[in-house]
């Protein structure tokens, strides 16, 4: 017997296959489609993201860095309520913020930071700065990958204008396509399954690199434009590897790959 969601499925792929004048797929056609959403085929991987431990580590952070993010490396978690405090102090800013309300990030010792105050939920408009549980980070891009979910609201990475996004050393990958197989092990791809997610994949995943900018008006690079005017990494050291110190052999760019595009106010190339 067919369920209320069997039959709501039915009648929008039957509106979708009168628009394509056409019936059911015959079964090796389907069968060929059901393969390959199975194995989920990948596109050739560039050099520049096969990369092992402290190579992908150093990458992760020099492309942060030329994305005009900033990266604070600490050595445990229990150095990140300090980096945090010593970062909005540098940056003028009150110590206040928006906490995720993710469980390794309510389990820092924040006693020992008295005077930061923080409001665990999603954020609103009006709050000025958010910290944020980073799910992974692809060196490839140095891009924070932030799956939606109850303890990661996407508003935190949207509405503040300044945003600290808390990452694992040990969660950087290489590849976008690595990130999206880790997710799908994770979360058991779209059959339910006995995991903390119920099996399903979550309804929005954002890429993140660099705070938000736009140079749309005269070429003219301008940070904020439709999000966070900064973001600050602070990588936990928790991979052993990840400890070398970074140097200029570890970069797999050229050199003159390795500045800015253009400064904030200063005009942009257009072919970046």
């Known amino acids: ?10 009648a929008i ?11 059911v797929l015959p079964a090796d ?11 989920h085929p990948r596109h050739l991987i560039p050099a ?3 990369l092992s431990g402290p190579e992908r580590v150093a990458a992760f952070v020099k492309n ?6 900033t990266v604070e490396r600490v050595e445990d978690a229990a150095s990140v309520p300090a980096a945090i405090a010593d970062y909005l102090a540098a940056q003028n800013l009150e110590p206040r913020f928006v906490l995720a309300p993710h469980p390794d990030l309510a389990a ?11 409001e665990v939920r999603r954020a609103v408009p009006g709050d000025a ?22 303890e990661r609201p996407t508003t935190l ?9 808390v990452l694992r050393a040990s969660d950087i990958l290489g590849a976008y396509e690595e990130a999206w197989d880790r997710l799908r092990a994770e979360r058991g791809g779209a059959e339910p399954n006995p995991n903390p997610s119920g099996g399903f994949m979550p309804r929005n995943v954002m890429l993140v690199t660099g705070p938000s900018r736009s140079a749309d008006i005269e070429q003219t690079l301008e940070l904020g434009a439709h999000g966070p005017r900064r973001l600050h990494v602070i990588l936990i050291e928790d991979a052993p590897a990840a400890r070398t110190e970074l140097s200029e052999t570890a970069d797999p760019r050229p050199a003159a790959a390795r500045e800015p595009i253009a400064r904030p106010g200063e005009i942009a190339n257009p072919a970046d």
């Open 13 to 23: 792929l039957g509106t979708v296959r009168r628009g394509l004048r056409r019936g």
């Open 48 to 50: 520049r993201a096969r």
């Open 1 to 10: 017997m067919a369920t209320g969601s069997d039959a709501s499925r039915e």
């Open 129 to 150: 700065v958010s910290v944020q549980h980073a799910w992974a980070g692809v060196a490839e891009t140095g891009t924070l990958v932030f799956p939606s979910g109850p």
């Open 64 to 69: 942060v860095e030329k994305e005009f993010g």
């Open 108 to 118: 820092l010792p924040w006693a020992e930071r008295p005077m930061l105050a923080f």
């Open 157 to 165: 990475n949207i509405l503040p204008e300044t945003e600290i996004a």
């Open 29 to 39: 056609q389907a069968a060929m489609l059901d393969g390959r959403l199975a194995t």
